[in-house]
């Protein structure tokens, strides 16, 4: 993994100070970084024979779409609060300071569906734990949760139930 970690780049203070953000553009504007990267991802969650990808705005997407396409599934957009146009289910979440609230559209997930999370970074775990209590109050299974990038040192992991696929991790 050493090639695709080469091409993501540490940025100090932002967006705010004391955070050190995981931009991963570079690796995304590197083709052959970039298809692995997919394909990495893609490999391990076939065991968990998924029937839906869902992705977390805006990131999540990126790799979510692609993830779907690879494994011949369908994708689902998991957006932030009043983006998307029809009926949706909602969920509020606790943030370092205040709050921030998930959406999904109503029809989007079905009960008995085997779904998996996907989004860029895995940082403390809070968006993640979201939207697998958003995706499982639709009546359906979450298998995995998928990301390119885990930061372990924030304990992400420890709040999410359900086995998480890192291609990349930080201690
Ligand atoms: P979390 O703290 O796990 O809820 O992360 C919230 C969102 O912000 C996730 O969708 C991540 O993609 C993004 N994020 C959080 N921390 C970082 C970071 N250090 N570098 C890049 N992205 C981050």
Redesign the pocket.
Known sequence: MDDLRALIRDVPDFPAPG????DITPLLGNATAFARSVGLMSEGLRPMEPTCIVG?ES??FIFGALIAVELGLGFVPVRKFGKLPWRTRTLTYDLEYGSDTLEVHEDAVTAGGRVVVV??????????AATVDLIRGAGALVVAVSVLVE?EFLG?RSRLDVPVKAVIRYE
């Open positions: 955070i050190v953000f995981k977390i990131r999540g989004d860029d970074v895995l940082a403390t775990g809070g968006t993640a930061l992400g």
